[in-house]
Every structure is written in structure tokens, then in C-alpha cells.
């Protein structure tokens, strides 16, 4: 450890790693370079502790993370090395050693998975903290908005391979009608975009996503959408014959399984729909589409970029909208929407380029071809000396590749079209402004749960004066607490499965239980809401961190109830969230449905499963479009269920849950600890991207008539909606 020192305490990581690493024999390096990583893991982890739970590690968990990490050390030192890591000592690891960082952290232990997903996912910007502006009433210190990386999961830093200096030349048809099918085509008016500022000279999309002819035979790296741009002197050589110490996980055959799409089913947004909708649409479908492809590949171990493979799909069949660049705003996407993929915005028309970080159109301006950008990404894989957070400098594309000696940048193609806002970018985010000065001022309650959830549920209040000591009258519980004993009409699930479920393995009871897949992408997402979803229990063999085990885990957002002025209380979270992350458990009393003398209070507060709204039918959409007609899930394919919980007395923060027309959470009926699936868990998860501190809503669906008994006794009146979305049906 004493070899590893520092020299000086004030060094950046990376430089710390670079001086620590350099001349030093390979194998020696290889020991070094695995404690380093696992030091700086730890000090993320510390961080994340700091930031998020205000407190700092204890030694009973330094004790438990050090013998994992040891374990951890010695994977990666001896076995794996070889197999995994070949680049040399860089600012950044590729894609498939931050993967397979990120896999092996997966399978440590619990800790490092939460943690591994905030930082897989969302690469949150370390030591974002403004001390001076801090107050000691304020629950979180981080700026959310700023804290994304919306790209590729990569762990320690950014692959900067897809920033390669090879702008794709894109342009897009002044307007080409997004129909699938020529019987479309022929049959709709064209939907009428904004019309440019300037005349542009355009190029079809399709220049840009050809139609492959061949399937994707190299590695995650080298996947590309743009094969006709691809540059020679970029690939890398794909087969590798086995060597001793490879590791088995190293060696699956990587393949790739070509997709194609229902074309009967296969339709853009409806001209009728606002632009909002439509990009909801568009979103809805793609991570539908990507979450599925990523869960078939899984089964077949060919798990490559189903981001790409979805987004491909989807433009070989038209399926994007904002076809036209555009000057300004793009119709339907605002300030803070999150982007995780490239491709995304792509579908939706913010950006069109695959690789290039400047999309840009030509323009005749006084009689002489102009090049104007029109969006510009950050990548995060530049260094920036600069330290202000608020200001961007754009200096320039590509000299940052892998494969190449760093170079000085030309002024050339796209870069011309950034000429004239080439300097500096002032951020232009409203919400981050506000939340920043107003949110934190307010705080009524550091933490409704009393230490009852792991991460405190701050009360807030940045509207009136409304304190509400009358809506907390109840007990904090994190579960559902039952009446009666339950009918164990169906055994508890019980695979055999040694370590962790694994998908397409068809010996498990707990793949069969669940229709043959299992419910979860290996990052824990939602791949399909179903009737019924089948965790392991505790007689399962598997272990705790087995993917199949999301929901019966505590909480891991932090949550924050707000006073929403007329809507009463309602929840959000400080957190940026993933579609189909998992939320909260609708935790309460449950009572029976025939019971029917609930209160208005009870009413209030009670969960009943009286019907889905059309957004939750409709969230399924890829894998009905992919292959599986009657994939969906149908009203009729929903039993209704007697559950009725009651959050009046005992409940958590799904109880502050309000209801809105075009909601952004599902609910979804899971089991894990009994076998009456009339009575099962009530589990929240995301519909969509969700930005930080957006109110979480779910569809209260329609109770049934008032007063009716029979089909719904406990009907209670229907109440107007304030939840002014534009498709509002004006009660619930
Ligand atoms: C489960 S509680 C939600 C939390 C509640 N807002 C509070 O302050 O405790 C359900 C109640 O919230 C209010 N509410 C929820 N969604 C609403 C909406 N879209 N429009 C009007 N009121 C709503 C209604 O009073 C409803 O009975």
C-alpha cells in the first residue's frame, strides 16, 4: 500500500493513477491498478454516503466491503485481467472494462449494486457541491439536473470512442412524414412542421441509417449504425482465441440476433397528438423496444447495444418524429428532459448525428453556403481546466480518440457551423435555478419516516405556509400488513439456482414462474408490466443479489413529500429516474374489498385495483411490436383484484402519490413472500425517464360509479382532477 502513497494529497485521481502506474512491470501494474480501482471505488462510495445519507462509513461496513473487495481484487487481478483489460493506462476506461467492472461489482454485493447503479447509469458529477450557497436546512447538497451523463454505462470515466473525429454529414429531408407504411403514405396529409429560418439543403436520413446487410458480428465497440462511415483504421480485431485465465463470462459467443418489427403494427404518433405526447410516444416505444431486445439478447447471451438495435429499428421503419432540423427548440422536448442514449434524441429530432457532437444544417445567407449548428452535445469525456460549472466551452470536435495520437483540432465540417457560438455556453436551465433557490428553503421535516427508511423523506413546503400536521397523523411502516391469514393456494417459488437467476435458463423455476423471462434487466429495469410478476422468495436458493429480488429491497431514492398547493401533498424525488426503475411499495393496511365501511379518509388513502389507464396497456408496446402479438398486457389479461390497502392510519410515501391523467409511474402486482396472488405486493415503477423532483403520479383509474355495489362496493365519489395534463378526463 506504502508503493501506492500519494506524493501529494492535492492530486486528481487521475493523476495519481498515472504517476503511481508509470514504469512499473506489467504484472506488478496489474496488482496496483486493481487496489487503485477499488480505492476509488471506495472513495465514490464515501462520497455517495456523504451526500446522500449524511453520514460517513462505519467500520463494520469498512470491514464487510474490504473482504468483498478483496475477493473483488483478486477476480480481477488473477483471472480476468487479461481476458478484459488490453487498453493501455488512459483518462478513461472502454465500454467493455467499465461492463465488465461494472459486472463484477454486480455480483460483490448489495451495497456496491445500488451504488454501481447510480454510478453505472448516471456517472454523477463527484464533488458538485456549492458550499458556500449550502444551509443547514437543506436535505441534499448536489446539484440533480447538472448530474448526468445521459450516455453509455460506464463506470470510472467516458469512453470517448464515440466522439471520434468522424462527423457524420446528416441532413435530414426539409420534411419527410413519419408513416409506416406506403397504404399511409398515400392515404394522410402530411403533418405540417415549423418552417426553417433558412433555406436548407438536405440529404435523406437515410444516408445516414442504411439498411445493414450483414448482422453485427463485432464487439460492443465496434457496434456501429453508421457502417458506410465507419473509418478503416477504427476496427479492432474481433476474434481472440481462448487463453489461459480467460474467464468463462469473457468467452460466450457474442452474437447478435437481427431484429425486425410487426409491420402491421408499426405507427408514428397520430398527427392529433400535441408535440409533448408525441415525444412521449416516441420514448414510450424506444425503451420499450430497447428493453426488450436487451432481455431477449440476455436469453441468447448476445447482449450487445440494444440501444442501437432499437433506435435502428425504429428508423429503418420510420418511427421519429421532429424530422426537419430546426432552428430553436425542438417541438416537445424541454429543459431537463433526460436523454440516456445517443439514439433517443435521434427518434425525437433534438440531435441527429450518431457520433459527431455538432448537428448542423447548410444555409444560403446573402448569396454564400453557411453552415449553422443547430445542437451541440457535451460529451463529458473532455478534460475541462476550466472550473466553472455554468459556463460549457466548446472547443472543437474529435483529437480525442483512443485509437490516435491526440491531435490539434481543425476548424472543419460541423465546427464551422459553431463558429459563431463557438466560446461560451451559459446553461439555460430554469428548474435548476429554482430548485436551487427556492426547494431547499422550505424544508418542514428533514425525515417523515423517523429513520425508519434508510434514506430520510424530507417534507417540504416552497408554495404557502401549509405545515399539515393533520395529513401526518399516521404511522411510517415500509410493508403491507394483513387483517386475515392468507390462502396459501399456490406454493412459494423455490429455484435451485446456486448463485443468481440466470436469463434462459430454463431450469429455474422462478424463468418458468415468470412465462420463460426473467421480469428484470440486469440493471434491475421493468422489461414488461405483466399480471402477475414472480420474485424470489426466501426459499429460493439464489442470493440476495440476484436480479429477480428488485422490489422486496428497501427504498434507494431520495424522496421528498412537497406541498403541491391544490392537489394536497404529492412525492417526487431529488433523483434522476431510469423507465421502469422500481419506486415504492404501496405499503398499508390491507383490508378486504367486501369490507365496505371506509370513511372518506379511508377512501383518501386507499389503494383499489379497479382498472389501468391506456398510458400502462400501451407501455409494453416494443415487445408487442417486436414479435409477440398478444405480448401486450389486455384489460381482460387483468384479473381485478380484491385488494384493497388502506394507507390511512400506517403507510409510506406512496401514500402522498397523487393521481394525473398521463401519469409517470405503473403499479404492478409482484409476489415473493406468499402464494395468494389475490393479495399481492403493490409495487410502483417508472413509465418514463423521470427528471428530478417531476412529482411521481400513477393512474387512480376509475372507481366505478358512485354508489353502485356489486363490481366495485367500495366506490367512492368521483373527485374533479386537477392534474392538468392535456388529455385531463376531468375526474377519477
Ligand atoms: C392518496 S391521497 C394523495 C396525497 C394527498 N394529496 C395528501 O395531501 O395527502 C389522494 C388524495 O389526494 C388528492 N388528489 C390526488 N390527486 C389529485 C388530482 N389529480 N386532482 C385533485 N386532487 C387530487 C385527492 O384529495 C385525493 O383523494
Given at each position: ?41 471506495e ?12 453520514q ?40 467493455s ?20 447503479r ?21 436535505p441534499?447538497?448536489r ?14 470515466g ?17 420534411f ?16 405540417k ?44 480485431p ?8 480467460d ?19 408499426v ?7 400535441g ?7 416516441i ?11 436487451l ?8 447482449c ?6 432499437a ?9 421519429r ?21 445517443r439514439?433517443?434524441?435521434c427518434?425525437?429530432?433534438?440531435h ?15 448569396g ?21 460549472s ?15 495520437e ?12 459553431a ?8 446553461l ?14 422550505k424544508?418542514i ?14 417534507l ?15 404511522n411510517?411502516?415500509?410493508g ?7 390462502n ?31 421480469p428484470?434487466?440486469?440493471t ?18 439464489c442470493s ?40 415504492c411499495?404501496y ?5 378486504d ?16 385495483t ?28 387483468l ?12 403507510g ?47 393512474d387512480?383509474?376509475?372507481r ?29
Open positions: 500500500m506504502e508503493l501506492l502513497r500519494p506524493e501529494d494529497w492535492d492530486l486528481d485521481i487521475k493523476t495519481w493513477r498515472n504517476k503511481t502506474l508509470a514504469g512499473v512491470p506489467k504484472d506488478e501494474k496489474r496488482k496496483r491498478a486493481s487496489i487503485m480501482i477499488y480505492t476509488s471505488w472513495l465514490w462510495k464515501e462520497r455517495n454516503r456523504r451526500i446522500f445519507q449524511q460517513a462509513a462505519q467500520p463494520k461496513q469498512e470491514e464487510r466491503t474490504k473482504a468483498l473487495a478483496n475477493e473483488f481484487v483478486a477476480q480481477l487481478t488473477d483471472v480476468c485481467w487479461d481476458k478484459c483489460i488490453t487498453g493501455s493506462i488512459g483518462s478513461s476506461f472502454s465500454r472494462e467499465a461492463s465488465f467492472v461494472s459486472s463484477k461489482l454486480h455480483q460483490s454485493n448489495t451495497n456496491l449494486e445500488i451504488d454501481g447510480l454510478m453505472v447509469e448516471y456517472r454523477v458529477s463527484p464533488w458538485r457541491t456549492r458550499k458556500s450557497k449550502q444551509k443547514l436546512t437543506q441534499l447538497e446539484k440533480p439536473l447538472r448530474s448526468l451523463a445521459p450516455m453509455l454505462p460506464t463506470t470510472f467516458y469512453d470517448v470512442e464515440t466522439q471520434s473525429a468522424n462527423p457524420t454529414l446528416v441532413f435530414i429531408m426539409p419527410r412524414p413519419c408513416f409506416s407504411s406506403e397504404r399511409h403514405q398515400q392515404s394522410s396529409a402530411p403533418m412542421l415549423k418552417q426553417s429560418p433558412v433555406p436548407l439543403m438536405a440529404t435523406p436520413i437515410s444516408m445516414a441509417f442504411p439498411v445493414p446487410q450483414h448482422e453485427y458480428e463485432t464487439s460492443d465497440e465496434d457496434y456501429e449504425p453508421f457502417p458506410n462511415q465507419k473509418k478503416p483504421t477504427l476496427q479492432k474481433t476474434k481472440r482465441t481462448r487463453q489461459v485465465g474467464c468463462d463470462a469473457g468467452n460466450i459467443k457474442r452474437r447478435s440476433i437481427r431484429r425486425s418489427l410487426n409491420k402491421d403494427l405507427s408514428c404518433p397520430s398527427t392529433s397528438e408535440p409533448s405526447e408525441s415525444v412521449e410516444v420514448m414510450t416505444m424506444f425503451d420499450s423496444l430497447r428493453r426488450r431486445i432481455q431477449l439478447d440476455e436469453k441468447e447471451d448476445a450487445r447495444r440494444a440501444d442501437l438495435k433506435g435502428t429499428l425504429m428508423m429503418q421503419n420510420g418511427l418524429i421532429n424530422n426537419m432540423k430546426i432552428i430553436g427548440p425542438v417541438p416537445g422536448v424541454e429543459i431537463g428532459d433526460i436523454f440516456f442514449f439514439i433517443e434524441m427518434i425525437v429530432g433534438l441527429a448525428p450518431g457520433m459527431a457532437g455538432i448537428d448542423y444544417i447548410s444555409a444560403k445567407h446573402v454564400k453556403d453557411e453552415t449553422l449548428a443547430v445542437s451541440i452535445i457535451s460529451s463529458g469525456g473532455y478534460e475541462n481546466d476550466d472550473n466553472d455554468d459556463v460549457l466551452v466548446y472547443t472543437g470536435q474529435g483529437g480525442n480518440s483512443r485509437h490516435k491526440k491531435h490539434d483540432q481543425k476548424l472543419e465540417k460541423a465546427e464551422t457551423g463558429r459563431t457560438a463557438r466560446w461560451n455556453f451559459s439555460e436551465d430554469d428548474r435548476e435555478v429554482e430548485t436551487e433557490s427556492r426547494a431547499r428553503d424544508v421535516l428533514r425525515d417523515l419516516s423517523s429513520k425508519i427508511e434508510n434514506l430520510p423523506v424530507c417540504v413546503n416552497d408554495v404557502d405556509d401549509e405545515e399539515g400536521p393533520s395529513s401526518f397523523n399516521f411510517y411502516i415500509t403491507v400488513k394483513y387483517s386475515r391469514a392468507l396459501n393456494m399456490r406454493p412459494l417459488q423455490s429455484c435451485n439456482c446456486p448463485n443468481v437467476c440466470l436469463p434462459g435458463d430454463i431450469n429455474c423455476s422462478c424463468v418458468q414462474l415468470n412465462g420463460g423471462d426473467l428484470y434487466s440486469s434491475g429495469l421493468l422489461v414488461k408490466h405483466v399480471p402477475m410478476l414472480y420474485e424470489c422468495s426466501s426459499n429460493c436458493q440476495q443479489n440476484c436480479r429477480n429480488r428488485v422490489s422486496q429491497k428497501c427504498v434507494y431514492l431520495n424522496f421528498e413529500v412537497f406541498w403541491t398547493g391544490d392537489r394536497g401533498w404529492g412525492l417526487r424525488s431529488w433523483d434522476p429516474i431510469r423507465a421502469g426503475a422500481f419506486i411499495e405499503a398499508g393496511h390491507v383490508i374489498e367486501m369490507h365496505t365501511n371506509m370513511d372518506d379518509k379511508e377512501h383518501e388513502y386507499a389503494f383499489q379497479s382498472g389501468f389507464g391506456d398510458k400502462v396497456l400501451k407501455w409494453n408496446v416494443g415487445a408487442e411490436l417486436l414479435e409477440e402479438v398478444g405480448g401486450n398486457v389486455t384489460t381482460e389479461s384479473k381485478k383484484l380484491p385488494i384493497v390497502i388502506s394507507a390511512k392510519d400506517s409510506n410515501v406512496a401514500r402522498f402519490l397523487n393521481h394525473s391523467c398521463s401519469p409517470n409511474l405503473l403499479w404492478q402486482p409482484v409476489q415473493y413472500d406468499h402464494g395468494d396472488d389475490s393479495y399481492p405486493h403493490i409495487m410502483f415503477f417508472a413509465m418514463k425517464h423521470i427528471p428530478p423532483l417531476t412529482e411521481l403520479t400513477y387512480y383509474g376509475t366505478g360509479t358512485p354508489g353502485v355495489k356489486g363490481e366495485f362496493p367500495n366506490a367512492c365519489k368521483l373527485k374533479p382532477c386537477l392534474c392538468g395534463s392535456t388529455n385531463c378526463r376531468g375526474s377519477f
